[in-house]
């Protein structure tokens, strides 16, 4: 294998945290889209323990989930690479726990609640593109089965996704805590893998051009008001100067 493979839907900010990862580490990699339904089948024929994107394929091994391709990552960095893991590893571990946990979930929970209610058809795009031909269009015909099980699975509604809106307003208030001193990142001068969570798992609360699937999303009414609404916010403000400072790409 000439590079390790990584496996995503597009949309995924945990795929997305996975791919800046690789990408922040100077690692070249092949990024692998899969179609919804596939996704799992492909991970139990390589081997994975566990089923939901993002998965690693490389030379000896597959490694599941964002927070283990960071380990990865870090483990195999390019010389010239800056570090992720920060100079209190507990705490940075503690936060970017916290974020998966709450608010990777909940920034997700909100979008998909108001975009696969009123208008499902806007986010199929983002799932078929980068699939051959065939898979695209059978993402097409399975669309609104596909919509089912993601409205059961993430438990999707009006009242979850106000719900959700609350969750992600009180974590975006402990985040703000956490930068009320005046620090640039979230555990002081340094950029850390807790940054790269927040700035990742919260791009879609602020659509930074310099993410890959900038421009590919239409985003509801009540997710871009209140994308609006909390853009001051110093949570948000660390999103986009992440996003344009570091996002770089490996070629
Ligand atoms: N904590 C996991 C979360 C991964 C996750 O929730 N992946 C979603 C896409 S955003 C997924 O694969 N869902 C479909 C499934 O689990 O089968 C990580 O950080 O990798």
């Known amino acids: 294998m000439d590079k390790p493979i990584l496996y995503v839907f597009n949309i995924s900010h945990y795929c997305e945290k996975a791919r800046w990862a690789l990408d922040f580490c100077g690692i070249a990699h092949h990024v692998q889209h899969v179609m919804p ?94 699939l051959p031909m065939f898979q695209r269009l059978s993402v097409i015909l399975a669309w609104s089965k596909i919509v089912t099980v993601m409205k059961q699975g993430m438990d999707l509604g009006p009242a979850q996704g106000l719900e959700s809106r609350a969750i992600l307003d009180d974590e975006l208030t402990w985040l703000d805590g956490l930068l009320a001193d005046g620090r640039p990142f979230l555990t002081g001068s340094e950029f850390t893998r807790a940054d790269l969570t927040a700035a990742a798992l919260l791009a879609p609360m602020v659509d930074p051009k310099e993410h890959p699937v900038h421009g590919l999303l239409p985003f509801p009414n009540n997710v871009a008001a209140t994308m609006q609404a909390w853009a001051e916010r110093p949570s948000l403000r660390l999103v986009r100067e992440a996003y344009a400072t570091r996002r770089w790409r490996v070629v």
Not at 55 to 66: M, N, P
Not at 101 to 130: M, Q, W
């Open 37 to 130: 339904g596939q996704h799992r089948k492909i991970a139990k024929e390589l081997g994975s323990k566990r089923g939901s994107v993002p998965f690693l394929h490389t030379d000896d091994q597959v490694i599941c989930g964002s927070s283990a391709i960071i380990d990865w990552a870090e483990a195999h960095r390019a010389t010239n690479a800056p570090s992720l893991a920060g100079s209190d590893p507990e705490q940075v571990r503690a936060i970017e726990k916290r974020l998966d946990d709450i608010a990777g979930v909940h920034v997700r929970r909100f979008f998909y609640s108001e975009a696969l209610t009123n208008d499902p058809k806007s986010v199929r795009p983002i799932f078929s593109n980068g």
